[in-house]
């Protein structure tokens, strides 16, 4: 069975720094992108961050120059590190796993981690 878990969530002062943490099973995690979305109440998930498996990162403009997206093929875990963090960053996150193949992709997500940015 494939398993997202993600962890790291919480309440944060603006300008402060959070890092989330996703570990995967029942999936090859090296060989899949890996990647963060976030879903504000009664707004639309968007991207955040991804890393392939060749470890090419893209970065929304929204929390570009904030955010890093790393990932560990050998604990099987993507992070992302949120600095300056803003109220506008209050979302539920969401782990995503990508395994794209030619013009197929199937995508597996994890059940979220709240993060609550207050002024």
């Known amino acids: 069975q494939v398993q997202l878990v993600e962890s790291g969530g919480g309440l944060v002062q603006a300008g402060g720094t959070l890092r989330l943490s996703c570990a995967a099973t029942g999936i090859i995690f090296s060989s899949n992108t890996m990647g963060w979305y976030r879903q504000a109440p009664g707004k639309q998930r968007e991207l955040v961050a991804t890393i392939t498996r060749g470890y090419t990162i893209t970065v929304a403009d929204s929390v570009k120059g904030r955010c890093t997206i790393s990932r560990d093929n050998v604990k099987n875990t993507v992070y992302l590190q949120m600095n300056s963090l803003k109220p506008e960053d209050t979302a539920v996150y969401y782990c995503?796993?990508?395994?794209?193949?030619?013009?197929?992709?199937?995508?597996?997500w994890g059940q979220g981690t709240q993060v609550t940015v207050s002024s």
């Open positions: 995503n796993s990508r395994n794209s193949r030619g013009r197929e992709s199937y995508d597996y």
